[in-house]
């Protein structure tokens, strides 16, 4: 994270495998960082062991929500960066198999339940400074994701979200990301869903097995968000990445999207 050193970064889901490494990440670079888990584990001992402020967080419960926001007022929290790290990939199955409450709570967690810690939140950042959003993105952006609706839809509404809050809030920098393949616990979900996660089911088997080859590591995860977070809003903001697809990496990319305002975002082709 460039200039981490007095950033105040609060990270949703810090207890998920991409979001620790994150919280681990800008602790070591000098960052102040709040992160919320829903369980009390042995991992949200380890981050406070590190330095990181913890606070326990249902992003689906209203009221919670509402007392993480007074408790970012009250300790004068004035952040300058949000990662939202929650997913959820259950119900997994074909969508009539499904109840549909799971499936509708499951919608909410991967979209609305985060966006509504943001709308709750938006108003103690650090005006000084240009605050900074990144989301995540999931599979089925540019092609349907069987047995995953309510993971699928979740995501794209965030995607589009992202862009609407770019067009509407000059004074936030969002982004979301696709990590694409990377070997977290969250995998465990179709593990054990079996044949309702389909043809999903042998790939992430096999994935899991070759992880180390394949897939994308939580380091390649922070290098993508500490890319996104140190370019320029006309270059990142409003759009939607591919970790493993997109040449982030590359200089001449930043100039490539600063041309185009259209790019990297949901459009339907002709």
Known sequence: MEKASGSK??????TSDIGANLTERYL?????????????????????????????????SIDQVSSFAAHVK????SWNSLVSAPGLLNPIGPFFSLNFDDWQNSAITNSFAQLRVLHA?????????????????????????????AYCLGKLALIKMTELLDSECPDLQVSIIGTGWVNTKIHQQTLSAGELAGVNYEKTRQFIDHANVDGASLDDVGDCVDWCLAAPRIA????????????????EFIKELSKNKNSYKLRRQT
């Open 236 to 251: 990142v903001g409003g759009r939607n990445f591919s970790l493993a697809h997109d040449p982030w990496r590359e200089p």
């Open 9 to 14: 970064v609060i990270v949703l889901a810090a």
């Open 74 to 77: 009250a300790t004068n929290f």
């Open 121 to 149: 939140i938006y108003g103690l950042r650090n005006n000084a400074n240009l605050a900074q959003v990144i989301f995540f993105a999931g599979g089925g952006t540019n092609g349907p994701f069987d047995n995953y609706s």
């Open 28 to 60: 070591r670079a000098g960052a102040e960082v709040l992160g919320t888990f829903r369980n009390r584990t042995e991992r949200v001992d380890e981050l406070e062991s590190a330095g990181a402020k913890m606070f326990s967080l249902d992003i689906n």
